[in-house]
Structure formats: C-alpha cells, structure tokens
C-alpha cells in the first residue's frame, strides 16, 4: 500500500465497517512505519483496471506479528481475495522471524472466523466490548507460525512481490472468476 492508496481504502473501510471505521489518520499512522525497518506492512487488492478491492495490513514487533486490518470488497468476497491477502501477511509475519501471528475478529463474523480456522488460527481468547461504538466483543485468534504448514509460513522471495505465490486451488477460487492482483508493500512497488 501507498500512499495514493489511502483515500480508495479509506472509502472501503468506511463502506465495510461504518460503525467502527480507521480515520485516514490511522491509515497515514500506519503507512509511516511501513518502510524497510519499519514494523508495518500493508498490502492492497486491485482490479486491473487500478480499483481498490481489498487491503490487509500486518505489524511485526520483535517476534510478535498481528494482523491489524483484512478487508474485501463485498462484491469480491468469496472468490478467494481473502485468503490471498492473508496468506502474504502470515508469509510476511514469517519473513520477518514472527513465532506467533494474533488477531482480533468481530465475534458475529463468522465468515472472517471460518477463514481464519482454514489457516490455523486458534481461539485464545475474548476481549469483551473491543469494536466500539457498538461494543461487539472481539474473538483472539492465534497462528503458531512454526505449526503452521510449510508452504502457508514459507517466506517469499522480494522478487515475487507483485503477486501472492498462492494457487486458485488453495484460495477457493473459481476458475472462471479472475482475482485482482495483491500488490505488497515493498521498497520499489
């Protein structure tokens, strides 16, 4: 993600979780740490013809990685963008030498929950009126990247970074429904 990117996913943020919505302060915030050495990496989801349509965002501190945001637009969800978005933070927690990647999910969003069992994350825990200002309580999930399978918690190559190194077999996808690309945070992308 860049910079020019923030207004698209704000907008898909503000769509997607009207009641609880990152400010474009938060996204700026966010961004400024996602540089080489930085603890961040944002990742987004474009169609060819440049639309945003999905983003995720990771921080990595020491060993700790947590997945700060993943979002889809409605109308791309259920063709595997998802799991895409997800399978380059949990390879980016990895890369950057993560033992454990933690989450917080909407306990009411099953869909996102059943995504998540699908990659291993494990219930740990409940932070109780954590979505505010509704004061939904948010489910933790943990990711044991060492349990993890090889190919899900295998690092990819920098030079791979224009496209997640995932199969529409293992994302769910249908053959005939084309996934935008996932275009990762790197130093020259």
Known sequence: MRWWHIAPVLALELELFPEDAWSAGMFWSELAEAHPGGTR??????TPDGAVVGYAGLMAVGGDG???TIAVDGRHQGTGLGAALLTDLVREA???GCADLLLEVRVDNTRAQRLY???GFEPVGIRRGYYQP???DALVMRLD???APAD???PTAPAAAAAPAATPEDLDEPADHPRPDVKKDTPHG
């Open 117 to 119: 069992e699908r990659f």
């Open 145 to 147: 990247l060492a349990a």
């Open 94 to 96: 990895a890369r950057r």
């Open 152 to 154: 899900l918690a295998a």
């Open 66 to 68: 947590d997945v700060q």
């Open 41 to 46: 990496h944002y990742t987004v989801a474009v």
């Open 134 to 136: 509704a004061g939904i």
